[in-house]
């Protein structure tokens, strides 16, 4: 068992700190927003995560995990993590201030040697950033050794994916930290990868740049299939089947949002062209995903003619399933130019409401069910695959609105079962509208 401080209580601080505590470590989450902290305290999450408040409670209890704002006590521990934001600056490049104020803290505040970890997306050369400004600020004489650890938590799934993982990445320079970090990570059950400090930032940004090719890349596909009349949704199974090719994340759709992609791929065509190389693929991804946007509302102004004045529902607002987050999500680009062209919408999304609210244009109305959103709609416009909206009866669509029309951004229904009804159905990548 190990002492931790887990800096930062955003999603990758909140969901780390819960997990270690989870396999036994006695472990302090540290933020400077006292009202976090104070929500943290009476149980409450402040993000939608499945199990994460079961386990924040359970583990408050047994003693194993607290919260606390930046105090001295906090950070006499073994290990330190960094968990803080790495928000996208205009150029495209990480933001790195959070970070350094956090080396800043550390460098004031430790007493005894620790072992300072990386969580956050940082670009290549931070960690040995930050362990130059530890050193630079260190008060006491202590050793402190830096270790990269990125995460792949996916929202939605973060708790399931803490304990499932593929691999756990571990960035070391010299043995000390990485016996630390096998076996802080060892109850996990995951196999460890252990590199050089350096692989280590780049394999996070490089995994989802990767992730992100697989999307505009079956994207791509899914446009061609729609002009020589095939279906993506059977090309993707095909060519998933091939053992080096994998099946996952091969779902075409209006394109990748969220907090991850469109930020850590701006950051790694950054961190290439300040290197001196221009990543053309990488390039390319970032371009389909913003054209892969507007091909919904393409589709329905071949079919509408004209949004003004239209009634139009969308289903589901986050950037995608079990998660509230509207961080990039397609809903926002969509919805804007709607309500541009005069549209009245009508939203529907089982989690995202309030989050939406704070984002989306504010003459948008909110209702709490899908029934109420679609009827006597002139269109509707389905965002994300919430199981809501996959299960929703097709036959509602044709009960209650006056003539369904249903521009369908994620595959959500099976054609054959459209084609049993009279429903104008466009989707990606499939042929079917009668
Ligand atoms: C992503 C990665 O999957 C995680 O491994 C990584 O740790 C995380 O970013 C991060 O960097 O922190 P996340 O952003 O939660 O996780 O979401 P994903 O489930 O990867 O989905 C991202 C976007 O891609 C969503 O908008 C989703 O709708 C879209 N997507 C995904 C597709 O359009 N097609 C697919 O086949 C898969």
């Known amino acids: 068992m190990k002492k931790i401080a887990v800096v930062g209580t955003g999603y990758v601080g909140l969901v780390t700190g819960v997990c270690l505590a989870e396999i036994g470590h006695d472990v302090t989450c540290i933020d400077v927003d006292q009202e976090?902290?104070?929500?943290?305290?009476?149980?409450?999450?402040?993000?939608?995560?499945?199990?994460?408040?079961?386990?924040?409670?359970?583990?408050?209890?047994?003693?194993?995990?607290?919260?606390?704002?930046?105090?001295?006590?906090?950070?006499?521990?073994?290990?330190?993590?960094?968990?803080?934001?790495?928000?996208?600056?205009?150029?495209?490049?990480?933001d790195l201030q959070f970070?350094?104020?956090?080396?800043?803290?550390?460098?004031?505040?430790?007493?005894?040697?620790?072992?300072?970890?990386?969580?956050?997306?940082?670009?290549?050369?931070?960690?040995?950033?930050?362990?130059?400004?530890?050193?630079?600020?260190l008060q006491a004489e202590?050793?402190?050794?830096?270790?990269?650890?990125?995460?792949?938590?996916?929202?939605?799934?973060?708790?399931?994916?803490?304990?499932?993982?593929?691999?756990?990445?571990?960035?070391?320079?010299?043995?000390?930290?990485?016996?630390?970090?096998?076996?802080?990570?060892k109850p996990f059950n995951i196999p460890i990868f252990k590199t050089d400090i350096r692989s280590a930032e780049l394999i996070k940004y490089a995994a989802n740049a990767f992730l992100a090719t697989k999307i505009s890349f079956i994207n791509e596909i899914a446009s061609i299939c729609e002009k020589v009349g095939a279906n993506v949704e059977d090309v993707s199974m095909g060519m998933g089947k091939d053992q080096r090719i994998g099946s996952q994340f091969l779902n075409a759709g209006i394109g990748y949002g969220g907090s991850c992609f469109p930020k850590d791929t701006n950051?790694?065509?950054?961190?290439?062209?300040?290197a001196g190389y221009q990543f053309q693929i990488l390039s390319s991804v970032v371009k389909i995903n913003e054209t892969q946007k507007s091909v919904l509302i393409k589709k329905a102004k071949e079919r509408l003619g004209t949004f003004h004045g239209k009634k139009i529902a969308l289903l589901g607002l986050s950037f995608k399933p079990n998660t509230d987050d509207m961080r990039e999500a397609a809903s926002i680009d969509i919805s804007n130019q709607l309500v541009?062209?005069?549209?009245?919408?009508?939203?529907?999304?089982?989690?995202?409401?309030?989050?939406?609210?704070?984002?989306?244009?504010?003459?948008?109305?909110?209702?709490?069910?899908?029934?109420?959103?679609?009827?006597?709609?002139?269109?509707?416009?389905?965002?994300?695959?919430w199981k809501e909206i996959v299960h929703f009866p097709i036959?509602?669509?044709?009960?209650?609105?006056?003539?369904?029309?249903?521009?369908?951004?994620?595959?959500?229904?099976?054609?054959e079962e459209i084609s049993q009804h009279s429903i104008d159905y466009y989707s990606i990548g499939r042929t079917t509208s009668k």
Do not use: W
């Open 99 to 137: 970070v350094e104020e956090v080396a800043k803290r550390i460098a004031h505040r430790v007493k005894n040697d620790v072992v300072v970890v990386t969580k956050s997306t940082v670009p290549v050369g931070t960690n040995h950033f930050i362990l130059k400004m530890i050193q630079e600020h």
């Open 142 to 185: 202590v050793r402190v050794d830096i270790a990269s650890n990125p995460e792949f938590l996916r929202e939605g799934s973060a708790i399931y994916d803490s304990f499932n993982g593929d691999r756990i990445v571990i960035g070391v320079e010299n043995d000390r930290a990485a016996l630390i970090l096998e076996e802080i990570n």
């Open 340 to 385: 541009e062209e005069g549209a009245n919408i009508i939203a529907f999304d089982p989690v995202a409401k309030n989050a939406a609210k704070k984002i989306l244009h504010p003459t948008i109305q909110y209702v709490d069910c899908i029934k109420e959103a679609i009827q006597d709609a002139d269109a509707v416009f389905i965002l994300t695959e």
């Open 36 to 94: 976090k902290i104070d929500l943290l305290k009476s149980g409450k999450s402040p993000i939608y995560e499945p199990d994460i408040e079961e386990l924040i409670s359970k583990n408050v209890a047994s003693g194993n995990l607290r919260f606390s704002l930046e105090t001295q006590d906090a950070y006499e521990v073994d290990v330190i993590y960094i968990a803080v934001g790495t928000p996208q600056k205009k150029d495209g490049s990480a």
């Open 395 to 415: 036959t509602n669509y044709v009960k209650l609105m006056k003539h369904p029309i249903i521009f369908d951004g994620r595959n959500c229904y099976h054609l």
């Open 267 to 274: 950051a790694l065509l950054h961190i290439a062209n300040e």
